[in-house]
């Protein structure tokens, strides 16, 4: 019996950034449990398992969490090994956390494998360091979907002096850029707007906070996409346009 | 000629949360420049390549950084792969955008490979999801570090509604503690202060936010130490207590 669920971050999307744990989570899979924004590429560690998309998100059809967690349970009392793959990490707008409660609270032996986030993954692919000296000593994550009850305190985010990375913000940019400008944030404040982060097929807009909507709009910007807004965001752009000496406020940047 | 400077987040201190991308690097390198915190054990990927230490810590003999600087742009003219190796990811809390821009300005090729930063590491391995829906909706990195002459609103911090997750902070915690409470953040607000993250020999100490200097100084919390500030740092504690009907306020777990 090696009955036990890992729940795994695949990373951003890139499958070289998976990690040599989550590697092996995979190799010792018998389920492999796959959320919609993981990048099938990394099945290749695992060619002799069940995989079983399981789908969640906002808007389309979806599998409900009710349903995940009870086939989890159920492969796992069967003395499977279950891997449930999730993109990004588990415990950054994930629901690792919840899943873990719930499957410990029945018996069930549960390991978490960090990934690395689609927000650090985006920015470092644009040439943004979401930390520098000098500039932004710290960052900050959120997510602006809102079924998340819990509050945001956005005179708060808007004050703190961190980068901003804001997750699931696509539909929300005029509400987000209303709530930060309320906040007391720069109407001139860099920001970058990076769409399925590091893959392939990332694009890039970038904007300042009062014309990020319509910059987006005019970009045809969708989801998955990871918002960067802080100072950081425009540093590698001044010295490109130091080096070059033109200027641009939206463009998109194939296979960076 | 391969020259080129790969800036590789080697992660927390696990072997095991290297990425695939790093090994890559790693393989290809003919020289690796090594930061303290690193886990030599992750040398074991360039078993052919040159080594050379380059440790940095606040307040011990290190290495200067424009030495470092020097060193990587002489190896890359020389036709050299170099993988500067740094503990974490390179863009948080590593310089990674300053020593990729120093590079860049001087016609050096550079990639940067992100990494699994030691907040997030060490708080998956003590049970604590740093956002979870309904506790907090984002979480807020940063430096307590004072050689980052950027400014701060601990203030905002403290109202931000996010997990803090605060590195470098092991010789300010009293003074952490004065600005939180001072900006209206709640005296009781639970805290665990998690050393050497990630590695076989991580220390956990839980406390709150008034009793947390005093805990962490009877406990003997060493650098490099995380504090993670905010209720999802009792989420689970109140799970065991329910289960077990004990409480504590510091302990030590062993090889998590």
Redesign the interface.
């Known amino acids: 019996m090696n009955a036990k669920v890992w729940l795994v971050g695949a990373?951003p999307g890139?499958?070289?950034?998976?990690?040599?744990?989550a590697?092996?989570a995979l190799h010792e899979a018998d389920v492999v449990m796959i959320d919609d924004l993981v990048n099938d590429a990394v099945l290749e560690h695992c060619p002799a398992a069940r995989v079983i998309p399981v789908g969640k998100r906002g808007g389309c059809r979806s599998t409900p969490q009710a349903f995940i967690h009870r086939l989890m349970l159920r492969y796992a009392r069967q003395g499977k090994c279950v891997v449930r793959l999730k993109g990004g990490?588990?415990?950054?707008?994930g629901?690792?956390?919840?899943e873990?409660?719930w499957l410990r609270?029945r018996g069930v032996e549960v390991e978490?494998v960090?990934?690395?986030?689609a927000g650090?993954?985006g920015?470092?692919q644009c040439?943004?360091?979401?930390?520098?000296?000098?500039?932004?000593?710290?960052?900050?994550?959120?997510?602006a979907h809102t079924?998340?009850?819990?509050?945001?305190?956005w005179?708060?985010?808007?004050?703190?002096?961190?980068t901003l990375v804001i997750y699931m913000g696509v539909a929300k940019l005029g509400e987000i850029r209303d709530q930060l400008l309320a906040g007391g944030m720069a109407a001139d404040t860099p920001v970058a707007m990076i769409e399925n982060a590091s893959l392939a097929h990332q694009r890039e807009c970038r904007s300042d906070l009062s014309a990020m909507a319509e910059d987006a709009s005019a970009f045809e910007l969708k989801s998955p996409a990871i918002l960067v807004i802080g100072a950081?965001a425009a540093?590698?752009e001044e010295?490109k346009i130091a080096a070059f000496g033109s200027s641009c406020t939206a463009y998109g940047v194939q296979a960076l």
Chains 1, 2 share one sequence.
């Open positions: 990373g890139d499958p070289e950034l998976l990690t040599l744990k590697v092996r990490d588990p415990c950054i707008f629901r690792g956390g919840e873990a409660q609270e978490l960090n990934g690395i986030t650090l993954a920015a470092t040439d943004i360091p979401l930390t520098l000296r000098g500039v932004a000593r710290g960052v900050t994550l959120v997510t079924q998340d009850d819990s509050q945001l305190n005179q708060a985010l808007a004050q703190g002096g961190t950081v540093v590698v010295q």
